[in-house]
């Protein structure tokens, strides 16, 4: 008997010179060629960008806090991340509206477009909706004849309370009490009682000495609500002589707070 013939134990490792020539055929497609390159670079920035537009204008907004009408909540120099789906984003144009998760309730503070300016963003919280009766006395918020507790308030001039022409707006919505028919002289801390018309609201700012709010300018329309804040994403100290103050005065601290 002839001896058994043992196959090499590497006989599936060979490779022959027609495998090996369509093997560098493959890689020799393979190299870099320029418009390929930049199509795929271009594709990718075009989606990116469709993607960024879609989350700015649908679901959230970067949001800078320019003053202290806020202070004890939010600071100068916070960036806040709102939420543009909870109230209902606006289309572009259009300026409709896409389905609110909820509607904006009292005590929620809420970035809104400046009556006055629409170009303009304004961060507030909202005291008033549509058809209550909102009064101040000495500082403190009346609500439907019931004072509201606002722990959230700071008040840093007490002792003053100016008044002015820019108070006078609330003539046309004001309760004709037996007080008020005497002669209405409104000011920042004593006014009202007013009712808040349908389809507005009313504003305050919780820096209640320091605060450009509905008490000066009138209500807000709902339409120029754009979203809630949900969170400081980033901040600093911008109020300092110490050079590059976005980079060596952040406030960590700060991070991540949640906005009540």
Known sequence: MSAPVHEPENRGLYISAEQRAHALDRLNARRFRPLTFLWEWTRSMVFALIMFF??????????KI?????????????FLLVNKVVYGAEL??????LPAVRAPQRGDVIVFKYPPDPSKNYVKRLVGMPGDTLAMRNGTLIRNNVRVEERYVRHIEPEADPSGEEF????DYLVKTAEASIGYRPSRDNWGPIVVPSRHYFTLGDNRDNSSDSRYWGFVPDSLVRGKPLFVYYSYDPDTTTRLPWLTRVRWGRLGERIH
């Open 54 to 63: 879609f989350l700015h204008v649908f679901v959230m907004e970067a949001f």
């Open 66 to 78: 320019p003053s202290g009408s806020m202070e004890g909540t939010l600071r100068v120099g916070d």
């Open 92 to 97: 572009p144009v259009t300026h409709k509206r």
């Open 168 to 171: 006078r707006w609330q003539n």
